[in-house]
């Protein structure tokens, strides 16, 4: 009872901050990206964190679901909501057809294989310029503000949309976590052969979370085409614009945890805003430096993420005031 009156209070503090930031300001756009790969993690977390499977491919989902939701608003004028279910069927769909054949892969080789996934569909995203602008990439057709239609000329309804994305993500993560399957998935993530010898399907398991992953990244794609208004393949399947940001906020907040992913976003994504304006003057490839540098000492300092590493303060202050 005391964690969920603690998550509405932050819920409801958070849902406020808008009204104290200028409503077209650059602030409040870092936030929502912020928001919305901090939802993003969440929906990796389900396999990276439960499981342990390091999935380096989550930007192949990403972009199918950026670009289902946009063609179907280009050349049918589908509201965005509708195409956002689109987006998730075919997110869940790719993820099945990729984890079929990689689930029983451990390790690097599955980091690997889900990697050359999302390369492939780069490649296919630039080579089919028919369907997908190719290079050029989609625009968003621009419309006047519009709830159904997912358009607003400030960001500050994006925030709150962008939150609530969160919230729904961070809820299916928690019922995942506290079901028969994530205590599963937890089996996996300790000992895959002791699983399998107490009858767990392991590989069953893992597809079914998987699936859900994929279906949630990619209906989260379309919050981002909405928001960005274009995108073209290399943003939306980047390796490292999406696949390692994702892993990489999970890891960096605390991998497997609730809050971890969230925490991390809020460190990560403002941090490479930071870096990129007030180190871009200087000479080429200083501020991913720096960023590079601060996120190695992250890592050093406290390998299991900064939920850790605040635990870790807390219990030593407390120590310090007991008598």
Known sequence: M??????????????????????RGYAIRVLCIALLFA????????????????????????????YTSTLLLINFGI???????????????????????????????FALATLAFAEVMRVIGNSWSSVTGGPVGLSVPFRPDSLWMLQFKVARPYFWIMLAALIA???????????????????????????????????????VAAVISGAITAS?????????????????????????????IAIIGGIGTVAGPII????????????????????AGVSQLAYGLLLIAVILLEPRGLIALWRNVINKLSRRASP
């Open 2 to 23: 005391k964690r969920f009156l603690i998550a509405i209070a932050l819920i409801a503090g958070a849902a406020c901050v808008p009204f104290f930031l200028e409503p």
């Open 39 to 66: 939802a993003l993690a969440q929906a990796w977390n389900i396999v990276g964190g439960l499981a342990r499977q390091t999935s380096l491919g989550h930007a192949a989902f990403f972009g199918a679901g950026a």
């Open 79 to 109: 509201s965005p909501w509708l195409g956002m279910i689109a987006a998730a069927v075919i997110g869940g769909i790719m993820a099945l057809l990729i984890a079929l054949p990689t689930m029983r892969l451990r390790g690097h080789y």
């Open 169 to 207: 993500v961070t809820a299916v993560f928690v019922a995942i976590s506290s079901s028969k399957i994530g205590y599963r998935l937890r089996a996996i993530r300790e000992n895959v052969d002791a699983a399998e010898a107490i009858g767990i399907d392991t590989a069953g398991t893992k597809i």
């Open 220 to 248: 989260l794609g379309t919050l981002y085409a909405q928001f960005q208004f274009f995108f073209d393949p290399d943003t939306v399947f980047g390796l490292a614009s999406i696949s390692v940001r994702i892993a990489l």
């Open 264 to 283: 991390g976003a809020l460190f990560i994504i403002p941090l490479e805003e930071l870096a990129n304006t007030f180190l871009s003057g200087g000479a």
